[in-house]
C-alpha cells in the first residue's frame, strides 16, 4: 500500500488589488488573527487572513501555517470597488464590518460566522473620496461622508449599535473637517482609543496635518499623501507616506518621530495599520509600493522593522494542487 502523500505548503502571490486596503486585528484563531481586505482589481473583494497563533500550532487543510497569510476568498462581486476599510467589531457579537467605496457610492458589508458576507444598509451620504472606519467602546460606528461633495468638507457621522446589525447614521461633532489651512483634506482618518466614545481625527493634507485627538486636544503632524493611525499600548501612532521610500512614525503631541524606510520599489499608494493585542508595542502594517503588497512589523524606536512581501501560503495534505485564492 502506497504512503499517504506528506503535507505540503503551497505559496501565491495575493491578488491583483487596486485602491485602499484595510487592516485589523480580528478575535479569530488563539491570539486573534489579522484580517486584511483588498480592492480586486477589475470586480468585487478579497479578504485573507494572516495566522498569529504560537509557532508550532497545527495547521488544518487549506490554512496557513502560523506566522503566514492565507489565500484570498473572494466577495462582493458585482462592481468594481476604489478602497475599502475594515474592523473587528464589539458587535454580533465579533462581527467583521467593511465599509468600501465604489464610485460616489459607499457600501457595507457585515461578516457573521452564521452567515460570512451579507450587504447591509449602507451610510446615508456619499463616502469621504478616502474611506475612514472607526469603533468606539459603547459599539458606535464612526465614518466620514460628504452630504455636499465638492460644496463642503467630509462630515463625522456616527451609527448607533442598539439595533445592530441595523444602524442609523447621524451628524456629529465637529460640524465640518478641515486641515490647518481651512481648507478640506484629501483625506481624514479616524482611530479610537480602547476606552473613547469619540474618535480621534486625523486630516491629512499635502502641505500639512491635523490631529484632534478624542480628548479634544489639537496638534500640526507633517504633511503627507497616505496615512495610518492606530492606538496601542503607547497610546496614538501616526505613519505617514509621501508617496516616496519611507514612512514617518509619529505620536501625537509630542515631538518623536522616526523614520522607517520601506522595501520595493515604485510609489506608495496604500497604507493600513494596526496595533497588535499579544505583542504590546508593535504595530503590523500593510503598505503597496508599485503593485506589490508589503507586511511590516514595526516594535518601535530602536528597532528595525520586519519586512516581507506579502505571500499566501496554505497546507496541502493530499498532495493534490488547489488554487490557493478562491473565487
Given at each position: 500500500m502506497a504512503a499517504a502523500p506528506s503535507p505540503s505548503l503551497t505559496s501565491a502571490p495575493p491578488p491583483p488589488s487596486r485602491g485602499g486596503v484595510g487592516l485589523a486585528q480580528g478575535r479569530y484563531g488563539e491570539r486573534g488573527n489579522l484580517e486584511l481586505v483588498l480592492c480586486d482589481e477589475d470586480d468585487g473583494l478579497w479578504v485573507l487572513w494572516h495566522n498569529t497563533d504560537p509557532e508550532g500550532t497545527g495547521t488544518p487543510e487549506g490554512a496557513p501555517p502560523p506566522g503566514e497569510w492565507s489565500g484570498g476568498l473572494h466577495f462582493a462581486a458585482g462592481r468594481r470597488y476604489d478602497d475599502i476599510r475594515v474592523l473587528q467589531s464589539r458587535n454580533g457579537p465579533d462581527h467583521l464590518e467593511v465599509l468600501a467605496r465604489s464610485g460616489d457610492a459607499a457600501h457595507r458589508l457585515r461578516w457573521s460566522p452564521e452567515a460570512a458576507f451579507t450587504a447591509e444598509e449602507p451610510p446615508p451620504a456619499r463616502p469621504f473620496p478616502a474611506l475612514a472606519l472607526a469603533e468606539t467602546a459603547d459599539g458606535a460606528l464612526w465614518t466620514?461622508?460628504?452630504?455636499?461633495?465638492?460644496?463642503?468638507?467630509?462630515?463625522?457621522?456616527?451609527?448607533?449599535?442598539?439595533?445592530?446589525?441595523?444602524?442609523?447614521?447621524?451628524?456629529?461633532?465637529?460640524?465640518?473637517?478641515?486641515?490647518?489651512?481651512?481648507?478640506?483634506?484629501?483625506?481624514?482618518?479616524?482611530?479610537?482609543?480602547?476606552?473613547?466614545?469619540?474618535?480621534?481625527?486625523?486630516?491629512?493634507?499635502?502641505?500639512?496635518?491635523?490631529?484632534?485627538?478624542?480628548?479634544?486636544?489639537?496638534?500640526?503632524?507633517?504633511?503627507?499623501?497616505?496615512?495610518?493611525?492606530?492606538?496601542?499600548?503607547?497610546?496614538?501612532?501616526?505613519?505617514?507616506?509621501?508617496?516616496?521610500?519611507?514612512?514617518?512614525?509619529?505620536?501625537?503631541?509630542?515631538?518623536?518621530?522616526?523614520?522607517l524606510t520601506l522595501p520595493g520599489a515604485g510609489a506608495v499608494t496604500a497604507l493600513a495599520a494596526t496595533p497588535v493585542r499579544h505583542d504590546p508595542g508593535r504595530t503590523d502594517l500593510v503598505v503597496r509600493r508599485g503593485d506589490t503588497l508589503w507586511h511590516l512589523t514595526d516594535h518601535g524606536p530602536g528597532t528595525e522593522p520586519v519586512t516581507r512581501s506579502l505571500l499566501s501560503t496554505v497546507r496541502r495534505a493530499d498532495g493534490r494542487t488547489r488554487p490557493v485564492h478562491r473565487r
Open positions: 466620514v461622508l460628504s452630504p455636499d461633495p465638492g460644496t463642503a468638507p467630509g462630515r463625522l457621522y456616527r451609527a448607533d449599535p442598539a439595533d445592530y446589525p441595523d444602524l442609523v447614521w447621524a451628524p456629529a461633532a465637529p460640524p465640518a473637517l478641515t486641515g490647518p489651512d481651512g481648507r478640506p483634506p484629501h483625506t481624514v482618518t479616524l482611530v479610537a482609543a480602547p476606552d473613547a466614545t469619540h474618535p480621534a481625527v486625523l486630516t491629512l493634507s499635502r502641505a500639512s496635518s491635523h490631529w484632534t485627538g478624542a480628548d479634544g486636544v489639537v496638534c500640526t503632524l507633517p504633511g503627507a499623501e497616505h496615512a495610518a493611525a492606530v492606538h496601542g499600548a503607547g497610546g496614538p501612532l501616526v505613519f505617514l507616506s509621501d508617496g516616496g521610500a519611507d514612512l514617518v512614525a509619529v505620536r501625537p503631541g509630542t515631538d518623536r518621530r522616526r523614520s
